[in-house]
């Protein structure tokens, strides 16, 4: 399109003719849909920038400074809108990413929580079916955190009949936790 046809579009813009806006329409907006989705990579978003710029243009008519061509107004303007979409998309993506990275800490966080209750429950239960005197001992020793001097004194025992209940408390328990060592091991991995 020549200089002065675009001259004649843009002077028929700023006095409202509408055969000037449709002369936009009709000679520049498959281009410009190209452009944009060149730029955007989606074919929908590039056609609704387009119509979004020409409509503003018709829009904001009386106000309207080109002062290079037509031509040259309308791929710039694409461009610029076309980029602000990649920017917002970005963003918008970025805390999608964010959102779904929390929602994923959660939900393991949660899982974890689970898990170690079902194994503290299971750990439990095996070690309340021991006999009650290897309990009492075990007990002791590892979750109160006494020496075996300490627990012989505490039951009247030598230091080698706690040592004795020690070790058959530990075989009875991986008898009958040996269905969760491989979760327990897991479980164990994952908390360091």
């Not at 209750?117 to 439990?124: A, D, K, S, T, V």
Request: some cysteine; hydrophobic content about 40%; proline content about 1%.
């Amino acid at each position: 399109m020549l200089v002065q046809e675009e001259l004649a579009i843009i002077n028929g813009i700023k006095k409202g003719d509408k055969a000037a806006f449709e002369c936009i329409y009709k000679e520049y907006y498959v281009s410009l849909c190209v452009f944009a989705a060149r730029i955007t990579g989606n074919q929908e978003e590039a056609e609704e920038i387009v119509q979004n710029i020409i409509i503003t243009i018709w829009d904001k008519k009386d106000g309207i400074n080109i002062t290079k061509s037509l031509k040259s107004y309308l791929f710039q303007s694409v461009h610029n809108m076309a980029l602000n979409y990649l920017r917002k998309k970005k963003l918008e993506n970025n805390y999608m990413l964010s959102i779904a990275g929390k929602l994923h800490d959660l939900y393991l966080n949660h899982s974890e929580k689970i898990i170690y209750n079902e194994l503290e429950n299971i750990i439990n239960d095996a070690i309340n079916k021991l006999p009650e005197q290897t309990q009492k001992i075990f007990k002791q020793s590892r979750l109160e955190g006494l020496k075996y001097k300490e627990i012989a004194k505490n039951e009247g025992i030598t230091v080698k009949g706690v040592e004795f209940h020690i070790s058959k408390a530990l075989q009875l328990l991986r008898e009958d936790l040996k269905d969760y060592l491989y979760m327990l091991v897991l479980f164990c991995i994952n908390l360091n």
